[in-house]
């Protein structure tokens, strides 16, 4: 099979999280588009910073400025701690006109920062319910979100005959030991969010749960590749069967497969204690083209960005009601309960709970 893309919530490179940034003095205020220049007819350039993994289908694109008059351009930011880190440094004097890809281990930095112009999307009502609260008053808008959960290589454990975990507390049974590999949450987007997971899940006793992962014999890997590729008996020939990784990479097994598509995947998910991230676009405050900024956070919130977005970056859409693949329907389960911390939470204690891992780590 052909290696599964990073998907997009890959793309946070946690040392960034802990950068101290310094934020703008000024304050966002909504403006009204006739103030702006960008009221004015004729061609209008909009750029828009994004992820590393940040990916839509060259047809979309071109439909939207071809009926909008806007020319889309896209500018790299590096992974996404690096770009949400770039934008607070440039806080009211952007580079770009506006960001995507601001997930909610990052959003709270670059709201005290006031990296964002306030506008609510045409369509905000379209939202998914659970994510239509949260938008930090109209600051930012939610465009995706995944789920960050165990991954189980269903073919190793029908071969040794035993029966896979189902839940966070199974990993640390002794009939699972050397069986787990985990990312480096200092290192990682998915290790980081396991991290999170545990932490709410297990409340003060998450570092008594760790030291119980690493009494039975946890593989910590510096990246989602290096576990994936390297360790996972699926992705890489390892020897752990067990991996941290994402509700969608077995419908991204099965996309990505070399010639005939398997009818199955021969991997699948634990629901239980899988972490959920959200990825937010936003106007960058200061921009010179606020209206056609604007256009373009209804554009991505749209039916058809919205229906794109599964098959692109491997997450699901923030809207409401839009079908989706029957990969996705078959083989990525929606998970109901996921677990979640508030932003500002994250924001205050990423270093602490980060020292606090490595020490029970040993690392």
Request: hydrophobic residues 40%; charged residues 20%.
């Amino acid at each position: 099979m052909k290696r599964i893309p990073v998907v997009a919530l890959a793309a946070l490179s946690v040392s960034a999280l802990v950068l101290s940034a310094c934020g703008s003095d000024s304050t966002s205020n909504s403006a009204d588009p006739s103030d702006s220049e960008t009221a004015t007819s004729g061609p209008r350039t909009v750029q828009l910073l994004t992820h590393d993994s940040f990916a839509l289908s060259e047809d979309v694109i071109a439909d939207f400025e071809e009926s909008s008059g806007i020319t889309l351009e896209l500018v790299s930011g590096g992974d996404a701690g690096s770009m949400v880190a770039g934008a607070i440094l440039a806080a009211g004097a952007p580079t770009a006109d506006v960001i995507f890809g601001v997930d909610n281990t990052l959003v709270t930095r670059a709201l005290e920062a006031e990296v964002f112009e306030p506008y609510t999307a045409s369509d905000a009502e379209a939202l998914r319910p659970a994510l239509a609260e949260q938008t930090f008053d109209g600051r930012v808008t939610p465009i995706d979100f995944g789920d960050v959960c165990i991954n189980i290589d269903d073919t190793w454990f029908e071969a040794e005959g035993i029966a896979p975990p189902t839940t966070l507390d199974d990993l640390a049974d002794p009939q699972y030991a050397d069986l787990l590999v985990v990312q480096d949450p200092g290192t990682s987007s998915p290790g980081l969010a396991f991290l999170l997971s545990t932490v709410s899940r297990y409340d003060e006793g998450w570092t008594d749960y760790w030291q119980r992962l690493l009494d039975n014999g946890v593989k910590v890997a510096g990246s989602w590749s290096d576990a994936y590729y390297g360790d996972f008996t699926f992705g890489g020939g390892g020897d752990r069967p067990i991996v941290v990784s994402y509700a969608t990479s077995p419908p991204a097994e099965i996309v990505y497969a070399e010639g005939e598509p398997p009818e199955t995947p021969s991997t699948s998910v634990m629901t239980d204690g899988c972490y959920r991230q959200i990825e937010y676009a936003g106007i960058l405050a200061g921009t010179d083209e606020l209206q056609a900024a604007q256009q373009v956070i209804d554009w991505l919130l749209s039916p058809e960005v919205q229906a794109d977005i599964p098959l692109n970056m491997f997450v699901f859409p923030a809207r409401d009601g839009i079908a989706l693949p029957e990969v996705f329907e078959e083989f990525a389960p929606q998970v109901d309960d996921a677990e979640q911390l508030p932003s500002d939470f994250i924001a205050q204690n990423v270093n602490d709970l980060l020292a606090q891992w490595g020490s029970v780590m040993g690392r």
